[in-house]
């Protein structure tokens, strides 16, 4: 398969991996609720920040969305889309050297790109999914790195949204639309339908509502030729029309019933989308529940399929006014933030890439999460179904951070004013707002010697359970705090991690369940360990990034 080259790309390649791992400090004052739903906003660059919360969240997450920069060479926007924001041209002056003077905003931009994407297919589960929005400008070179990444079989949909019905009419051609790219982490990854509320479903019966869809296959390409086993007669009971004329069918007709086979209003033959074996098992006992025939004016008959799904496969255009760009704008004004933030995605977009790749308990996370979008598609869809989704957040410019994306999630989930007066209720939901820490490790390997025990016992803490903790470390026996039935404990003395002996062992703050004990050494038999029902984890090897 072939790949794709630009200048740089040596330095960047496997640069994920040596991004250190930094500690992720929880911020109470800027977090909302209390701790329990796990959704996070994170503040800082999201290379380092993706690398500081794989431990924890590494092929966990069902649904990614990010909405990176276009790249498009203008100036004056929030994020810098001619990627020469200072923050990237001191990283690329780190990582790629001297040739980044050289390099054009096209391999700046996939320098920029590749180490990103690399850790975000880390973090996706076996069957999840990627979505990607972007325009013209890179959208070439995005296709090939996905591909190169997540391998061309797991490429699930290029979606066209029309972004802008007037159009970029300062253009040559106005320019209406902008990209959704898809992939999935592996051939278990499937989209999922979208709801309809009912409009897919015009007509209704006892039964309730539905579409009638001819059970004949439309492909001209099939037929008795290579598909005998779906072409057979059905026959229709002319006896017993229901109440809006249609008659009910079997694959056994009795004497007087209707054959009818597959074939066009032209007499072209075809095939039945149905084996026979699902035929009569919609059909027995059902009357015209599921499948009916219906006579046309020429004469003919006809066997139709009554479809009662209140969704459909998303289309590969999409042009709802929800999808439109516009409506972002109007939905932060509405918020009250519609000055701080330029060109926000609308939640409708993101809320449709979230019904079409997450069950009801999904994480979903957007690591460019610029006024916080996805955060508000998440909530509305959990209101919506009873759902209990959780978002991750990263953004990287603390003003936006504390400001925008964290001000938004706050007022949808409490609660807010709007611009008429009106009150607007919340849906619910809280979040810990984070920042990036120190490194964890030095260069060889050992623990940073500026880590506190405090910032150690609440990194410690998040690693074991997958949630910051909410209160400080309580003093006494090294006992950092409990989850479940587990008491999480942090040996640690004026010269740094301490030793686990029979006396500290018996120190041990009493509790009913288990111990897990985070020290430098330790000098009790396995077997006293195990009486006692403590598990001995040795700093700094056992530590988790």
């Not at 190169?148 to 209406?176: C, H, V, W």
């Not at 086979?261 to 009357?287: A, L, M, Q, Y």
């Not at 359970?465 to 409990?482: A, N, R, V």
Request: net charge negative; with cysteine; charged share 25%.
């Amino acid at each position: 398969m072939p790949t794709l080259n630009w200048r740089g790309k040596d330095a960047v390649l496997n640069h994920h991996l040596e991004v250190p791992y930094h500690l992720l400090k929880c911020e109470p004052e800027l977090s909302a609720g209390t701790a329990g739903s796990g959704n996070l906003i994170v503040e800082g660059d999201n290379l380092m920040a993706l690398k500081a919360l794989l431990p924890y969240y590494k092929g966990k997450v069902k649904c990614i969305y990010i909405d990176p920069p276009y790249n498009t060479g203008q100036e004056g926007w929030v994020y810098n889309d001619n990627v020469n924001s200072p923050e990237i041209r001191d990283w690329l002056g780190k990582v790629v050297g001297k040739e980044a003077e050289d390099l054009n905003r096209h391999d700046k931009w996939l320098c920029m790109m590749w180490p990103r994407i690399k850790l975000l297919h880390q973090f996706l589960s076996e069957d999840g999914v990627m979505f990607v929005s972007l325009d013209d400008n890179e959208f070439p070179r995005l296709r090939q790195i996905m591909e190169d990444i997540f391998g061309e079989q797991n490429f699930l949909a290029q979606i066209i949204i029309q972004s802008n019905k007037r159009g970029q009419t300062y253009k040559q051609i106005a320019k209406t639309h902008e990209y959704l790219l898809c992939y999935g982490r592996s051939s278990e990854a499937k989209l999922g339908e979208l709801e309809t509320n009912g409009s897919n479903l015009p007509e209704e019966d006892r039964f309730g509502k539905y579409s009638s869809r001819e059970l004949r296959n439309r492909n001209p390409k099939f037929g008795r030729h290579n598909r005998p086993n779906l072409f057979f007669p059905i026959f229709a009971d002319t006896s017993k029309p229901d109440d809006q004329g249609n008659f009910p069918v079997s694959i056994q007709g009795d004497p007087g019933c209707v054959a009818i086979e597959p074939f066009n209003s032209t007499g072209i033959e075809s095939c039945w989308r149905w084996g026979k074996e699902k035929v009569e098992k919609n059909t027995t006992g059902f009357g015209t529940k599921t499948l009916y025939a219906k006579q046309t004016r020429e004469g003919g008959w006809r066997v139709f399929e009554k479809y009662r799904k209140e969704t459909v496969k998303a289309k590969s255009i999409w042009f709802d006014t929800k999808h439109i760009s516009e409506q972002g704008t109007n939905e932060l004004g509405r918020l009250g933030l519609g000055d701080a933030f330029q060109f926000p995605k609308p939640v409708g977009l993101i809320q449709d890439c979230i019904l079409l790749a997450t069950d009801e308990d999904s994480i979903v996370l957007d690591s460019f999460a610029g006024s916080g979008t996805t955060a508000q598609a998440v909530l509305n869809q959990n209101a919506e179904d009873g759902g209990e989704r959780r978002f991750i957040l990263v953004e990287m410019d603390p003003a936006i951070a504390r400001n925008v994306t964290t001000e938004r999630v706050r007022r949808v989930a409490d609660g807010y004013t709007n611009s008429k007066g009106e009150a607007i209720p919340g849906l619910g939901g809280d979040f810990h707002y984070c920042t990036l820490g120190s490194p964890l490790f030095r260069g060889n390997g050992s623990l940073n010697q500026d880590l506190t025990p405090e910032t150690l016992a609440r990194h410690l803490y998040f690693t074991e359970f997958g949630e910051p903790l909410s209160t400080p470390p309580p003093q006494g026996g090294g006992l950092i705090g409990t989850y479940g039935d587990t008491a999480l404990h942090l040996l640690w003395d004026a010269d740094g991690p301490g030793f686990l002996d029979a006396t500290t062992l018996r120190a041990l703050p009493p509790w009913d369940g288990e111990h897990v004990v985070f020290g430098e050494g330790c000098a009790v038999p396995a077997s006293v360990l195990q009486d006692h029902r403590v598990s001995f984890r040795q700093i700094p090897y056992r530590v988790r990034g």
